[in-house]
């Protein structure tokens, strides 16, 4: 054949090509704020996970003579809540209930919001309307209203929480998840392999999820903040887990009247929410950035 | 393994029936521009079209940005459905139980203009070709093995391309993987929408001649889409030249370019840049920008900016009429009698 | 312009349908009866009969619906089972509260979270870009009720300079705008300031950053044009966008304040609708809700038509 030669002259030796995923993982491994944020979530979620290896008392065990005891006393490091219960082991444990309650509606509307933002991108037409007029109206709430509205009416609990700030970022993840969608489905590849006869779902499996799913990933984890600050809030205002559970909102909401007597053990859970979701935020910002750079 | 791709290249209608035959294919776009969606007006993207595509030849297809060039080449494909009009494949209407719509793309397949737009970023160049053999019901092996073959038959080395992502090669490989992709089901008729104009001129070259290797070694039959004057004269035997939706002359390739009877393919190839500096072009030979394809000025299209145009322009079209073998014009002044004052006179009245 | 506006309004019609029939469900998902969320559990079972006839819950959904809507477009958004006051008065008095601390809360968070933008955006990369980020990073990241809660730690308790709750010395009631009711103010508008601040400075660090980046800014620079002149077109062509999300602010702070009015037992629709949810005041809840939510909507619609006013490039067709 005469067109044995390439365009353009190649480095001789070979070199091992990269998926994409692997790039943005080197990219992200290099980006020292966003590794100290993983390294911070990975530590609290460990924490939590094995919360009565680590813990160093009973998390529901109060004592009525050592309450609101100060950070640093000889028997709490981090001092006694308004039970006498030990602060440290609480705020271990309450990292369960916190992190769970925070983490799961956006894996929830991570599923649900993609599924039905890619059906209505890939699709199009009236039924995209129909969807996307629908998310529309959820998107008219602001989410805290819309949070404390669903789960005002639907009572007080964990699961009724989880619920609500579901249907919170459902919507949310549905925009997303169609804009991209409809992006990627003009692109000439979804056409090209349309046109080599590939049926709908071929389509959206090879060549749609791949590039939809990373952005949507992205946004994803950029809410987990918000839902960490918004499930501890239910809670903070009795709406999530009920006392004697050990949750960082609730244990904020039951320390208020502490704050004259131990400020600092008082504002101690607030710092633990506020650190996860400062801690989410950085490595969300390093994934978008690790993600975006241009190809 | 035998497949009923091999089986359907079979020629049907012998070598003088066409491959592509098409019959007033009409595409308009709705625009919406009215409150409440009302008073709908549309973009006559193409407007009453038709041709042939003999076995074997290359067609070409010019004209400037906005005249129904990729439109058209989208509607041969049935990316896009046609609002009106027939495609006959070697005889056979598409769409029909005779020739489905699957069984016709896998004998007409497309090589679209952006090469990095029509790779998918996240398949490596051996996925992507193997992805429409695997469609197909070809293992996986299978699949890849000929994916390898058509690498190498586009001039890729299959051990240093195969398992590379788009990001990875350059413009013109990744128009190389294009054309393999294209070619993984073993059409009959490619369709080439500009496939070398976001090239690099050097790359260019390569990539026309490997093109027509492939033609040649495969028998393959082209439709090739362009704005560039001087790349479908190299690949085309015959051109058809495109004005807002409609088809302002057709002929032979040669015929065209050397004596063009509609004055907006002479301003075309008046404002080719010339290579001699003795023929250099002296004045603007187009004037502005098409005018809008949503409202398209009465009559002959074209009078808005031909420097022939008569009264008799804006008020009635021409019709796409016979002035030599195998070639048609769209302009009244190819027709004797129509009322233009450059035009023929009729035969009666010359007697 | 008028044939925008006219435009957005037949798009924001079905959105604000939806938005009350969301609310009009509100009272209907919630677990059981929705009648025995408003008898006392003791009623007998004529009473509850004659206030299920009473509040049409004998009648179908849409029924229900259509005659709901009706009263509520007349004004009428029920009467709170607390208070047996009509739910409109009570709404109408706590919105102006929750309003007057929004919007001092969306003005301190524009005007430093533009300032903390501009600096980062015009001197990107910078020690002082990546400061004024943090800065950013931290305001969107704090749980706000917690951030009251440490002002107040600071402030009130242990410094005693700010009162710690409430709107004014009065104890409940309105706030009214003199010296000493300012001090009740400050706390909690801070605290709700935070997070407009993050998120406005976010966006005008990378409006002005693409400002800067563009052609003609650089071909200004090019012709000699000063800073001065540099830093008036920035800002001509910031602007727009920056309003929009400050009016997009607003809304989510009306509608969000309800933690931060706990906090501060600020006497707004937070702590009505807290008041709402712990008496089970279905109606108060719904109402409050209601307004809160059609407030937003209408604010994104005054937000799109005035951005499109303001900024040449939007299409108005």
């Not at chain 1, 704050?259 to 400062?278: C, D, E, R, W």
């Not at chain 3, 601040?197 to 620079?221: C, H, K, P, Y």
């Amino acid at each position: 054949m005469a067109i044995a030669t390439a365009d353009i002259a190649l480095p001789a030796t070979k070199r091992v090509s990269r998926g994409y995923w692997t790039d943005v993982g080197r990219r992200l491994s290099r980006d020292p704020v966003a590794m100290t944020a993983a390294c911070i979530v990975l530590l609290i979620v460990l924490a939590a996970i094995f919360a009565p290896y680590v813990a160093p008392a009973d998390p529901y065990k109060g004592s009525m003579i050592r309450r609101l005891k100060p950070i640093w006393d000889a028997n709490y490091i981090l001092g006694s809540d308004e039970l006498g219960r030990d602060m440290l082991t609480r705020l271990i444990y309450g990292g369960r209930l916190s992190l769970f309650m925070g983490g799961l509606p956006v894996a929830l509307a991570f599923v649900i919001g993609s599924s039905v933002g890619i059906f209505a991108g890939y699709v199009g037409g009236w039924a995209n309307t129909l969807i996307m007029r629908t998310i529309d109206v959820f998107y008219a709430f602001p989410s805290v209203l819309l949070a404390i509205a669903l789960s005002g009416a639907l009572g007080a609990g964990i699961l009724n929480a989880i619920v609500s700030l579901t249907i919170v970022f459902i919507p949310q993840i549905t925009r997303v998840a169609e804009a991209v969608t409809t992006q990627i489905r003009t692109r000439d590849y979804v056409e090209a392999a349309r046109v080599s006869g590939a049926g709908p779902l071929t389509i959206i499996r090879v060549h749609v999820l791949g590039n939809v799913l990373g952005p949507i990933f992205v946004y994803a984890t950029s809410l987990i903040s918000v839902s960490m600050i918004l499930a501890s809030g239910l809670s903070f205002l009795g709406l999530g887990s009920k006392p004697p559970e050990p949750e960082w909102g609730l244990m904020l909401n039951t320390l208020r009247t502490a704050i004259y007597v131990q400020p600092l053990v008082a504002a101690l859970p607030g710092a633990m929410i506020f650190i996860t979701s400062i801690s989410f935020n950085l490595f969300s910002d390093g994934l978008r950035s690790a993600m975006e750079v241009k190809q | 393994m035998t497949l009923a791709v091999d089986l359907d290249d079979k020629d049907r209608g012998g070598p003088a029936q066409p491959l592509l035959s098409v019959a007033g294919l009409v595409k308009h776009f709705p625009v919406n521009r009215g409150l409440m969606g009302g008073a709908r007006s549309v973009v006559r993207a193409v407007d009453g079209v038709a041709f042939e595509v003999a076995k074997r030849e290359t067609l070409g297809i010019v004209g400037e940005s906005g005249c129904g060039k990729s439109t058209t080449a989208r509607l041969l494909m049935h990316i896009i459905a046609p609002d009106a009009g027939e495609i006959l494949f070697d005889g056979e209407k598409v769409g029909t139980a005779a020739l489905d719509l699957a069984g016709y793309r896998r004998q007409v397949q497309m090589v679209f203009q952006d090469s990095h737009a029509s790779l998918n970023p996240r398949l490596t160049m051996e996925e992507t070709v193997a992805f429409g053999p695997r469609v197909h019901g070809f293992s996986r092996a299978a699949a890849l093995s000929r994916a390898h073959d058509l690498l190498h038959r586009v001039g890729l080395d299959p051990s240093r391309f195969a398992g590379r992502y788009p990001h990875e090669i350059s413009g013109g490989q990744r128009q190389r993987v294009n054309i393999a992709r294209a070619l993984a089901l073993r059409p009959r008729l490619l369709i080439l929408d500009e496939p070398v104009s976001a090239l690099d001129k050097s790359v260019e070259a390569q990539v026309l001649n490997l093109l027509l290797d492939l033609k040649d070694e495969s028998g393959l039959t082209y439709v090739f889409i362009s704005h560039d004057l001087n790349v479908v004269r190299f690949m085309s035997d015959r051109v058809m030249v495109m004005y807002l939706g409609k088809i302002a002359e057709l002929g032979p390739a040669e015929t065209i370019l050397q004596n063009p009877r509609h004055p907006y393919t002479a301003a075309l190839l008046a404002s080719m840049p010339s290579m001699d500096p003795n023929n250099r072009t002296q004045e603007a030979p187009l004037m502005g920008d098409p005018p809008n394809p949503i409202d398209p000025p009465p009559g002959c299209r074209f009078h808005t900016r031909c420097k022939f145009a008569a009264p008799v322009c804006s008020a009635k079209e021409a019709p796409l009429g016979a002035v030599g073998l195998d070639h048609a014009v769209a302009c009244l002044m190819a027709i004797p009698g129509s009322g233009h004052p450059l035009a023929p006179a009729l035969a009666s009245e010359a007697a | 312009m008028l044939i925008y506006i006219l435009k957005r309004l037949v798009y924001v019609t079905p959105v604000a349908i939806g938005v009350s029939i969301v609310c009009f469900l509100l009272v209907h998902i919630t677990p059981g009866d929705p009648l025995s969320a408003i008898l006392p559990s003791d009623a007998t079972l004529e009473l509850q009969e004659q206030m299920r006839a009473a509040y049409g819950f004998d009648k179908p959904l849409p029924v229900q619906y259509a005659l709901w809507f009706w009263k509520v477009i007349h004004g009428d958004l029920g009467t709170s089972l607390a208070t047996g006051r009509p739910v409109a008065s009570e709404v109408g008095r706590a919105v102006s509260n929750t309003f007057i601390l929004s919007t001092t809360a969306t003005l301190i968070g524009f005007t430093f979270g533009t300032f903390f933008g501009f600096v980062a955006g015009y001197f990107r990369d910078s020690w002082l870009d990546k400061l004024a980020s943090g800065i950013s990073v931290l305001g969107v990241s704090v749980p706000h009720y917690w951030l009251g809660m440490v002002l107040v730690i600071i402030f009130s308790a242990q410094l005693g300079w700010l009162p710690p709750t409430g709107a004014g010395p009065d104890g409940s009631g309105g706030w009214r705008p003199d010296l000493e009711h300012l001090r009740y103010i400050i706390l909690p508008a801070i605290t709700m300031s935070v997070i407009p601040m993050g998120v406005i400075s976010r966006t005008v660090r990378a409006l002005v950053g693409d400002i800067l980046n563009q052609e003609f800014v650089q071909a200004l620079r090019a012709k000699g044009l000063g800073e001065y002149g540099v830093f008036k077109h920035v800002v001509t062509n910031a602007a727009p966008t920056a309003l929009a999300i400050m009016g997009l602010q607003l809304g989510y702070l009306l509608g969000g304040s309800i933690l931060i009015e706990t906090v501060f037992s600020w006497p707004g629709t937070g702590f009505l609708l807290n008041a709402a949810i712990f008496q089970r005041d279905l109606p108060l809840l719904q109402g409050t809700i209601l307004v809160l939510a059609m407030f937003f909507v209408a604010l994104n619609l005054i937000v799109d038509v005035v951005q499109t006013a303001l900024d040449p490039r939007i299409q108005r067709g």
